[in-house]
Nanobody, 121 residues
Framework: QVQLVESGGGLVQAGGSLRLACAAS????????VDWYQQAPGKQRELVAG???????TYTDSVKGRFTISRDNAKHMVYLQMNSLKPEDTGVYSC???????????????WGQGTQVTVSS
């Protein structure tokens, strides 16, 4: 029905930047909201940033001023710009989205498969 695919991960040195993308496809009328999560090695998944239907953004304290979440409604995409990366930002980044599948109020909620971010010191 709806598929989410993350991209943009990779290996980068500390201080570098990456831009992650979360693409929704299939029966997508509009992406309502998206949360980006990080799962660091050996740790539970943690919320990093989110954007709501009204474009309100939230960030966990450790990434404030370094990460920026944004959206392109026409392309059904949400981005996470990651600057000044640190080794502790290493992990699998996944997006969780609520998607409106039509104008009837029905929504879909699900996850992408994740993309690996590795920051070397």
């Amino acid at each position: 029905q709806v598929q989410l695919v993350e991209s943009g991960g990779g290996l980068v040195q500390a201080g570098g930047s990456l831009r992650l993308a979360c693409a929704a496809s299939g029966r997508v009328f509009k992406i309502n909201s998206v949360d980006w999560y990080q799962q660091a090695p050996g740790k539970q998944r943690e919320l990093v940033a989110g954007i709501t239907n009204g474009d309100r953004t939230t960030y966990t304290d450790s990434v404030k001023g370094r990460f920026t979440i944004s959206r392109d409604n026409a392309k059904h995409m949400v981005y996470l710009q990651m600057n000044s990366l640190k080794p502790e930002d290493t992990g699998v980044y996944s997006c969780n989205a609520e998607v409106a599948t039509g104008t009837d109020g029905e929504t879909w909620n699900g996850w992408g498969q994740g993309t690996q971010v590795t920051v070397s010191s």
